[in-house]
């Protein structure tokens, strides 16, 4: 994904521009918090850095069938 444009490593130094805000458990940010500390990151950066790599890992899987989703039902 990523390296096939040549951002596989170059995106460590991008400037960041964009602001993204979304609501957790409060469970889910301690152990974002902790999981940071033990790293010696910020959260911004473990959440980036963590990510980068599950997203190269997706890259190296060969291709898997898609799986099918139950489409969800809307409330009437």
């Not at 911004?44 to 190269?56: D, F, I, P, Q």
Request: a positive charge; charged letters at 35%.
């Amino acid at each position: 994904m990523f390296s096939s444009i040549g951002l596989k490593n170059s995106w460590i130094y991008m400037k960041k521009k964009e602001t993204l805000n979304f609501r957790v458990a409060p469970e889910f940010k301690r152990k974002l918090i902790e999981e940071a500390n033990k790293q010696r990151r910020s959260l911004t950066n473990y959440l980036e850095t963590t990510l980068m790599e599950v997203w190269g890992k997706q890259e190296t899987i060969p291709d898997r069938p898609a799986q099918k989703r139950k489409p969800k039902r809307l409330a009437q």
